[in-house]
């Protein structure tokens, strides 16, 4: 069972705030081991600085309850976009990602930078 709830903000002509949570209650699992309840909260700023130039910075935290263990999982996350079409987004971006269990072998950090191409299909 997942509920959700999505908020956005306009702060100014270009610029939006974005808060969501949400909540994955997992009530029959086919086996209790893979058994998981997860609780995400994600605040976001959107930009578009120019008509064809927008950026994200977000900010997401999300709590795993699992059968035998707890995690924390924090992830920050910046990206910058060029949209020459409707439909095509050329970006950047760069995460970096934490994660606290009460079960040490499942602590790590880590930090990525990628490219993307994104297409968007409309019908």
Partial sequence: VTAALLRTWPLGRNHD???STSADVSLAASDEEPRRH???GIVALQSRWAPRLESNLVF???FYDYRRHDDWNFVVAASIDFVPRDWLRLGVGTNFTYNDS???VFDYENFGVGL???ATILF
């Fill in 38 to 40: 997860e609780y995400v």
């Fill in 17 to 19: 705030l974005v808060m």
């Fill in 102 to 104: 009460d079960v040490d």
């Fill in 60 to 62: 997401a935290s999300t």
């Fill in 116 to 118: 993307n191409v994104r």
